[in-house]
């Protein structure tokens, strides 16, 4: 008898663990979601010294951040990418000489029907990369959803 409550007692601890565990990182992601505009801002290469924009950008790599934007383009994967379509995106805050200052790596499939040009949508990712060649430009890894 003992060691059957024992045992339940186990398994209810490791399911408590296990849920803390799988839900914190939500919560935390949720919590924490940056202000994509506050992240290009803080790398502007006009604004900021390469050194800076490097510090900053370990402080904010594999965060989670969020806005909206107009897209630009909607491009096929690149070798090695699994098979990720990437999404060039302008959001209001600056106007990069490139053209855009986000890319949203997406596995969303239907992207390549569904987005066309100045498209307005709302999206959310981590923080993979952040590139200054011709305007900041920050790379996600996330999700897109059409305004």
Known sequence: MRTMRNQV????????????????????AQEQAMDINEVIKN???????????????KQV???IAKGE???????????????MLRVTILT???????????VLL?????????LKMNDQITFEGRIDKISTFRGTSVDLTGTYRKK
């Open 9 to 28: 007692l186990l398994i209810a601890l490791a399911l408590l663990i296990a849920g803390q565990h799988f839900a914190l990182p939500l919560a935390k």
């Open 43 to 57: 790398t502007d290469p006009a604004k900021a010294t390469k050194a800076q924009i490097n510090e900053y950008f």
């Open 61 to 63: 790599k594999g965060k």
């Open 69 to 83: 934007g107009k897209v630009v383009d909607v491009l096929p994967p690149r070798v090695g990418s699994r098979g």
């Open 92 to 102: 209001p805050v600056s106007k990069p000489e490139k053209g855009y200052n986000v």
């Open 106 to 114: 997406t596995t969303q499939s239907e992207a390549v029907s569904e």
